[in-house]
């Protein structure tokens, strides 16, 4: 039987099941299910007690009709929706498989014959439970996504992955498997996938269903695809943001920010965006300038337009009881409560204070809040001609991190405490467009499924200064990109920490860059030495590409060039994520995935189809091995010597090379002139004499 979308239920003739819109719900006791068509070659699974929620917080947007078909037996039923089949027991026992030949793809598995089964309920209170939702694991599977993780591993198969958000950890519960299936795990609870060798295990700690959303396809492109497509879509990026962003922690005073701004123009260093970041305010939840610091924000904003530059201004979720605000949410409820004791979430040292201070977070799921919010960024940054945000500290970055203390507007904290930073870019994307911007970008801490539609340009958070946090963000960025999240970069040089003297950090810093060139956003920050105690008057060493000596300087200049010559493509590549899904950077596997080899290579990756980029991740490493995919010819782009792929190559990488191929007959301009201007000559020791 075929069918569209049916009002209601409709008995089938087979005990336990009846149709409803795009597929069937099947019931026993007080469990039911239900099975649903969910956008191309995708299916919907929701599970409850006593009925199926359709008002819970999510990812899935709705979509239009679903042609599915819907088969009975004395075996159960099944579901066909294009590609994907769903085959449901009498008993309530699901299995995924390949509609065209039948191959399986994703079963579930009881965690024993006689109980508990696949699925668990564990009550705690009124009506919440712990849920688990079990399935099979399969020998040489390989896993990829599930957000942003500092675990040096980009196929996560063998972990244990907590699903809540932390500074650095971004929780988007969206698997990719090399099985030719993806899920999303359709809950913002806190809880765990384990990917283990002899079962997947879900868990919510606390929440009223179970939700989750299966696809397949022939290619990673066409998973990525469809997630998109009931996720939401990138808008389209701005021409202006492939350029190179300027931060340090931080620009102290107005005149600071506009002498490096200045500095750049002089030199004829390229420059799209500068930031303002934190402490620039009166007080934490004040959201506008101090004067004393920042007298004349128009001026500022004005004169760097003129230069070509932006301004990027960072706006905190959180408020303190010293802000003329605080009163106004804490009484309007607009604040994130708590179940016991004040709402204070974290401590804070603000101007005027030497101690630390307990201090809240607004309710970003409360539209109300964000509203409140909006207005105040929009008659003290706004009304200046700012239009670019950088929401910092969006996980939201509560201390201690107790999550069932928390409730929202959308509910309690274990429930939904993850969708906190996907609401809060959607109340600056919302509250952007109904100003008439077309051109929205913010950069965010955190995100959750969803998060691109909104325009979250997401950084993978305060890490390291070091060659092995570099490791590690090269596998990060793959992960976010295969979670959905297509706009993403990093603090080049690391966050925390880096001595400009050290010739082991100027290698570090350059080598981060020549990676960075090859990501969505090229944006250089942290916290340099010499560094200090958090308080308003702290602020962080140089950081500007002339403050690490002249030689990384020089190098440096090479990349910005390049990044320069980079642009048309870069651009393209992103129209081409926001138009289809499809991330800018991602593994190899994404584009060959016939050539078994591809997939298990983590610390490379391609730039749109046409460029494969083997960053250099070791302090001193001069050469470093590269894989070239099979189903290819590849041009080295500095030399334009060709390779066959399906080989393995030690590539030459001396300090101003990083290894880049052209696929086929694409040309990758990596080699051109740069000369820098006279003025500023850097100073310090080189990076290494056997250059």
């Known amino acids: 039987m075929r069918f569209g979308e049916t009002s209601g239920r409709r008995d089938l003739g087979v005990a336990k099941f009846a149709v409803y819109q795009w597929g069937i719900e099947w019931s026993e006791g007080h469990e039911r299910m239900r099975v649903q068509a969910w956008g191309e070659d995708s299916i919907r699974v929701r599970v409850g007690l006593d009925g199926v929620l359709d008002d819970l917080p999510g990812a899935l947007l709705p979509v239009g009709d679903c042609q599915a078909t819907v088969n009975t037996h004395q075996a159960g039923a099944t579901v066909v929706n294009g590609r994907l089949s769903c085959e449901i027991s009498p008993g309530g026992a699901i299995r995924f498989r390949r509609a065209a030949d039948g191959e399986e793809l994703l079963a579930e598995r009881p965690m024993h014959f006689y109980w508990p089964g696949a699925r668990r309920f564990e009550p705690i209170a009124n009506g919440f439970y712990r849920l688990e939702q079990r399935f099979a694991a399969y020998d040489g ?21 907590e699903l809540a958000q932390r500074n650095g950890e971004v929780s988007i519960p969206f698997l990719v498997s090399s099985r030719g299936y993806a899920m999303l795990w359709n809950s913002p609870a806190i809880g765990r996938v384990e990917l283990a060798e002899n079962a997947t295990r879900w868990v919510a700690d606390s929440a009223r269903q179970i939700d989750y959303w299966i696809t397949t396809g022939d290619t990673p492109t066409a998973l990525l695809a469809n997630y998109a497509d009931v996720t939401g879509h990138a808008p389209a990026f701005p021409s202006w943001a492939t350029g190179f962003w300027q931060s340090r ?3 102290r005073t107005q005149e600071e920010l506009l002498s490096v701004a200045r500095e750049h123009h002089q030199r004829g260093l390229p420059l799209s965006v500068i930031v303002c970041d934190f402490f620039h305010w009166t007080q934490l939840g004040d959201w506008r300038f101090d004067p004393n610091e920042w007298p004349d924000p128009k001026a500022m904003v004005d004169e760097l337009a003129e230069m070509g530059v932006k301004l990027m201004v960072s706006v905190w979720p959180s408020i303190s009881p010293l802000s003329e605000n605080y009163d106004a949410m804490l009484d309007g ?10 709402p204070a979430l974290n401590k804070w040292v603000d101007q005027g204070h030497d101690k630390p201070i307990g201090v809240s977070f607004y309710d970003a799921t409360n539209a109300d809040a964000r509203a409140f919010v909006w207005a105040q960024v929009r008659e003290h940054y706004f009304a200046h001609g700012i239009r670019l945000w950088w929401l910092d500290a969006c996980e939201p970055e509560i201390r201690p991190g107790s999550f069932a203390n928390l409730r929202f507007a959308a509910g309690p904290g274990l429930e939904v405490a993850n969708l906190y930073p996907r609401e809060h870019v959607r109340g600056f994307h919302e509250a952007m467009s109904a100003e008439g911007e077309t051109e929205i970008l913010m950069l965010c801490r955190s995100a959750w499924a969803g998060s691109q539609r909104y325009g979250a340009l997401v950084w993978s958070g305060d890490i390291p200064a070091t060659f092995e946090s570099l490791k590690i963000q090269v596998r990060t960025g793959l992960n976010m990109a295969m979670s959905g999240i297509p706009w993403w970069n990093t603090d080049i040089g690391g966050f925390d920490g880096g001595d400009q003297e050290s010739p082991v950090y100027r290698e570090l810093l350059v080598r981060w860059f020549q990676y960075a060139a090859f990501t969505p956003v090229l944006r250089l920050h942290g916290d340099r030495a010499p560094q200090a105690t958090l308080g308003h008057n702290m602020s962080g060493g140089p950081n500007e590409v002339w403050s690490y000596g002249e030689e990384a300087y020089l190098l440096i200049g090479e990349v910005l060039a390049l990044r320069e010559r980079l642009r048309p493509y870069v651009q393209k590549q992103m129209d081409w994520a926001s138009a289809t899904g499809v991330p800018p950077m991602r593994p190899l596997f994404f584009d060959f995935p016939e050539d078994p080899e591809s997939w298990t290579v983590e610390d490379e990756f391609l730039f749109g189809p046409d460029v494969l980029v083997a960053p250099v991740t070791e302090y001193g490493a001069r050469t470093r091995n590269v894989y070239l995919p099979s189903g290819a010819r590849w041009s080295n782009s500095w030399t334009g010597e060709k390779h066959d792929g399906g080989n393995w190559l030690e590539v030459e990488s001396p300090i101003g090379y990083i290894p880049v191929f052209a696929r086929d007959e694409a040309v990758v301009p990596v080699a051109g002139e740069w000369q820098p201007k006279a003025r500023g000559a850097a100073k310090g020791r080189p990076l290494r004499a056997d250059r």
Do not use: C, D, I
Request: hydrophobic share 35%.
């Open 333 to 342: 409820g607009l604040l994130v409560a708590t179940e016991h004791g004040t």
């Open 249 to 251: 922690l931080r620009y």
């Open 141 to 161: 599977e390989r896993l990829f996504g599930l957000g942003q993780h500092q675990n040096e591993r980009l196929n996560q198969k063998g972990l244990v992955v």
